[in-house]
């Protein structure tokens, strides 16, 4: 982890001053549950970004995953009388089971075939949630879950448990992102048939990213399933796969701070709407959809690497035209220096 800090240093300095100072800037508790939900989604995004910007696989049961983890610990604390503690673990454990079941199963799949199989599954998830009634409530949902001990009593409390979490999560995947690892899962990005031809294992690379993703998003479910107390199979099916999806291309596919900047940006429009729906009420329904894909295809047509990529590359290319003027007068002061002294 000390790799991604070394190399990240600035970046994450700036990341953990704004974490740390936001709950003080927004003293209100709505704003710092807003925070809260979006350190919760920037879990699962980070987790997608490894998926496709790094392995190259489209998911779009992304929301299946967070739904079995909040599920799994939910059911654990209020059916069995377990520990929240173990609850958590349960639900990064589980996902991730089926996450490899999953990724074994459709690991010859790719495009078009990848990303229905991911619907799919997704929609076999939240059927499953509805119709296990005796188990997850059905329709009705599940209440009365217990909060995370020592966290649970406070929105700051738990503001900053989850947002260490993403944290973690996050040092883990800029390291993994420089290790060689990650180098093999940008080679298998660039072109799984060369990626071969060096040797790299290439559904192996792919199973590790699925697995990881899924149990990433199994965590955040079950501190999402801790923080709420209550469950319904709602915000666990497509549309959500599709919010996390067009955080991490709104933000940059390849770029793990794009992902967090995607998720960041994506609720905060979002939470924009939903003010903007209560002074404007034909807003309500479904317009935040038609404002994300708007953006989306805004983003693709103009800007395809994605925001964080962009504003990189941008950065880099101001900073490679200074660095030159800068030698062309060099160059021009020596000329003068050397007319001078003859």
């Known amino acids: 982890m000390m790799q991604a800090i070394n190399k990240w240093g600035k970046s994450f300095g700036i990341y953990l001053l704004l974490v740390i100072l936001f709950p003080f800037i927004m003293p209100d508790e709505y ?16 987790g997608l970004c490894l998926v496709m910007g790094l392995a190259g696989q489209i998911s779009l049961g992304q929301a299946a995953f967070w739904g079995i983890g909040a599920y799994t610990s939910a059911v654990l604390t209020t059916k069995y009388g377990l520990s929240p503690l173990i609850g958590l673990i ?58 995370i001990p020592f966290f649970g009593e406070s929105e700051l409390s738990m503001y900053y448990l989850i947002w260490g979490v993403v944290t973690c999560v996050l040092l883990f995947s800029l390291n993994l992102l420089h290790s060689r690892v990650g180098r093999a899962f940008r080679a298998i990005h660039k072109g799984e048939i060369a990626a071969t031809s060096m040797g790299i294992d290439v559904r192996k690379f792919k199973l590790n990213a699925f697995v990881i993703s899924g149990m990433f998003a199994g965590i955040s479910g079950g501190l999402y399933a801790h923080y709420m107390g209550i469950l319904d199979p709602q915000p666990f099916g497509l549309h959500d796969s599709i919010k996390f999806l067009t955080m991490v291309v709104i933000g940059g596919m390849t770029s793990i701070w794009g992902a967090l900047a995607g998720t960041v940006l994506i609720n905060s429009i979002s939470e924009g709407l939903v003010m903007l729906s209560e002074v404007i009420p034909g807003l309500q329904g479904d317009f935040d959809t038609i404002v994300f894909g708007a953006i989306l295809m805004l983003i693709i047509m103009f800007m395809p690497e994605g925001i964080v990529p962009c504003i990189r590359a941008a950065y880099e290319k101001a900073a490679a035209k200074r660095a030159k003027a800068k030698q062309v007068q060099k160059q021009s002061e020596q000329v003068v220096e050397r007319k001078a002294a003859t």
């Open 90 to 147: 349960a639900s990064g454990l589980l996902p991730g089971l089926f996450a490899f079941i999953l990724g074994r199963a459709i690991a010859g799949l790719q495009g078009y075939y990848l990303a229905m199989a991911t619907l799919a599954f997704g929609y076999i998830v939240q059927i499953g949630i509805n119709e296990w009634e005796p188990v997850t409530g059905g329709a009705s949902g599940m209440i009365s879950i217990p909060p």
């Open 31 to 46: 704003y710092r549950s807003v925070g809260i939900i979006i350190g919760l989604h920037a879990v699962v995004s980070i």
